[in-house]
């Protein structure tokens, strides 16, 4: 089935007098989730990861992804037909330079930044704006999505969206610019107090948006999915348009200046405001960087919402605990229960993303999903990770435990790996810093443990997340190669080291942290976090030799808390389990 895809795609290509053709993975959102009628690169190559790109030319095919995707990408696609690479480490367009002489490389504008299109002329490629042909062969197509938009609210969101829009409108007018023109939902989501169900794990509508500088806006989405309520909450200060007149309604905007992200925009909407006569300023969306910083509300929802999900991970993990020697569990079936933990809260809207239940081996697939095919038992004697969230209309939560099957007692490797982990975990979540510091900055600490035995693993140490939104949100991270942008109390960013041994096991920690102003006395302000997550570490994979105490201060200290605020909230059994789990070093 997979050649017969690609061969149609070669001969349309070849028609049209293509040498290759680029489909990324996103869609015209450019986000990291897509729906599934906009899933082409899965339906292309079989790829089912949240980060990729292929490449087609007439007689190589090749498709690209980061380290969290190595092993997915083997497993997912036909050797003989693709070459799998590291996007990172061999660039696209340093692919295609390198594959000799080319004409013209087919692109669907809709799917691709500016930025991201100048990497490839920047390398010397002649890149072709065309109609996506993949659309053409896709004959089993699934609908796009049609579901209704809500109001977010202020009870949750803390701040109105009248009042987020005259801030961000003042911003615009501040930087000498008529209107911004934004293409992140999540950003319009935030800025307008709107909630959707577009997509399985994120609470969005798909729409674009353009904000003016006298805080009016115009919300391109079908009206259709515009309730009454929600337009009753929008304002009359919000028009609604469907997405299809977005170039006759930006045609009223000749000569005004828009602000546009070339980093975050589809290049077609920067071609579109060049064809209405508009002159576009780059600059980056407005509504990043205080969306990241949450407020006094969104807060006290995160810790809200930490503590509902803390004490169903706390249940799931003393059910655990009991049941995984039996050896009658599998990685869905582990992963079905701990959904029925979370579920069992009324204010439960869905989980955050597809959980990552991988079990032995699996474990080192750093963003595995068990499917039907893939589902493997749990055994007896071995690791099993579990990454999992929830969303609810106060937070949403990720956590990531890696935990021992038993009933023996684990293996020295496996402990000393795990612990020189969780000693990187708590070196990042204790840490005390300068405000002015990056996330970037950060990140060595929760890999030095590792380093120190010439180990390392190939992801970023942390992310941003949303409220009640994305659990990927930017600007900030733990990584390497992040963004330089100081932290600043209100953001919340998880803090997931780990470590993989291919064929064998996974290992990763993960627990949300809030940035908070430390509590010292000095003329420069300096920031620490607040560990929001509540599930206590497996007590029995831990080596106390390998941890400072420091690092066994804090650990019993956290695990104090976590009895503290979890057991009241949880059935005797799991107090029962708790005490335990929690017990000191």
Sequence with gaps: MMKERISSLRAALQAQGLDGFIQPRNDEFLGEYVPDSAARLAWLTGFTGSAGLAIVLADQAAVFSDGRYTLQLESQTDPAIWQRLHITETPPETWLKTRGHLGQIGYDPWLMSANTVAKFTDAGLTMVPIANPIDRFW??????????????????????????????????????????????????????????????????????????????AILFIDPAKIPAETRTALGPSVTIVPREAMAETLATMRGKRIRLDPATAPIRLTQMLGDAGTITVSGDDPCVLPRALKNPVEQAGARAAHHRDGAAMCRFLAWFEQTAPTGSLTELSAAATLRACRAAAPTFRAESFNPISGAGEHGAIIHYSADDASNRAIHPNEVYLID?????????????????????????????????????????????????????????????????????????????????????????????????????????????????????????LENLLLVTPAPLTTKKPFLTFETLTLAPFDRRLINPTLLTPHAITWLNTYHTRILHEIAPLVDQQTQAWLETACAAL
């Design 388 to 508: 999992s969230g929830a969303q609810y209309p106060d937070g949403t939560t990720d956590i990531t435990r890696t935990l021992w099957t038993g009933p023996d007692t684990p293996p020295d490797l496996i402990t000393d790996r795990f612990t020189r982990v969780l000693a990187g975990h708590i070196a990042l979540a204790s840490a005390i810093f300068p405000a002015d510091t990056t996330g970037p900055q950060l990140d060595a600490l929760a890999r030095a443990p590792l380093w120190q035995a010439g180990l390392d693993f190939d992801h970023g140490t942390g992310h941003g997340v949303g409220s009640y939104l994305s659990v990927h949100e930017g600007p900030v991270s733990f990584h390497k190669r992040g963004r330089p942008i100081p932290l600043a109390p209100g953001m919340i960013l998880s803090d997931e080291p780990g470590y993989y041994e291919p064929g064998a096991f996974g290992i990763r």
């Design 139 to 216: 004959n089993d197509r699934p609908a796009p999505p049609s579901a209704q938009a809500t109001p977010h609210p202020i009870e949750f969101a803390g701040e109105s969206a009248a009042a987020k829009r005259q801030r961000i409108a003042a911003t615009i007018a501040d930087e000498g610019a008529d209107a911004v023109l934004l293409t992140d939902p999540h950003a319009i989501a935030w800025l307008l107090n709107l909630r959707g169900a577009d997509l399985p794990h994120t609470p969005i509508a798909l729409c674009f948006a353009l904000l003016r500088r006298d805080s009016s």
